[in-house]
């Protein structure tokens, strides 16, 4: 075999292999990034996402922490919103505790652009040390958003969502919407998931819509 031969066939050994390897990061690309679903899809496994999203007037609440948190806080990530209370005896814990887990699971860069947040429809108990240890039971990541009842109820209002209070005896509850609400990096109402929730759904919502951003 002449030398001009053996340089034939180094050079398509190394073309093949070149080949092989562009095939098979390809392969590992499709498989770790997460599929981008249909608004078909969407909808049918609870999530609709309005075709333009919505603007959210300003407003201005605390966090947790005593911080102001104002529209500029729900921009630069993914937020995942739910209005409920700490005193709530089945929904809220529930809707968190699945909340606390799908955020465990997404994908490390996507969870880096998102942020959870429980906007409390009963200031007048959660404030402060309260709602601090109540979302971190779920995530030392989660935020708790409380203030003047004013101001909660214009985001609420902004975002569509129904709540009441509810007299029970020398007690009361809060009645309220009990969707997630989706909103985008620019601060926008971008959708909202509807209950019931289930782990692997969610996840697969959350990252659809953060891939396809």
């Known amino acids: 075999m002449s030398a001009a031969q053996k340089k034939a066939i180094y050079k398509t050994v190394i073309g093949l292999c070149l080949a092989m390897v562009v095939i098979f990061g390809l392969f590992l690309n499709k498989l770790f990034t997460p599929r ?8 049918a496994n609870g999530a609709i ?3 333009t999203p919505r603007l959210i007037k300003d407003f201005e609440l605390l966090d947790h922490n005593g911080e102001t948190f104002a529209l500029e806080n729900l921009q630069g990530k993914w937020t995942l919103a739910f209005f409920g209370f700490t005193h709530c005896p089945d929904i ?3 809707t968190l505790l699945q909340l606390s887990q799908v955020y465990k699971k997404l994908n490390d860069d996507i969870r880096e652009e998102t942020q959870v947040i429980l906007v409390s429809l009963d200031p007048a108990r959660d404030h402060g040390e309260t709602l601090a240890q109540y979302v971190n039971h779920f995530h030392s990541d989660f935020v708790g958003v409380t203030g003047d009842f004013i101001q909660i109820k214009r985001l609420a ?3 569509n969502v129904a709540f009441s209070k509810v007299v029970q ?14 909103i985008n990096p620019k601060g926008h109402y971008h959708g909202f998931i509807r209950p019931p929730f289930e782990l692997a759904r969610l996840k697969g919502i959350h990252q659809s819509l953060v891939t396809a951003f």
């Open 157 to 159: 209002n902004n975002l």
């Open 36 to 43: 981008v679903m249909s608004k078909q899809e969407l909808r």
């Open 92 to 94: 809220c814990p529930a």
């Open 49 to 51: 996402v309005f075709d």
């Open 169 to 182: 005896g020398d007690d009361y509850t809060v009645d309220h919407t009990g969707n997630i609400f989706l």
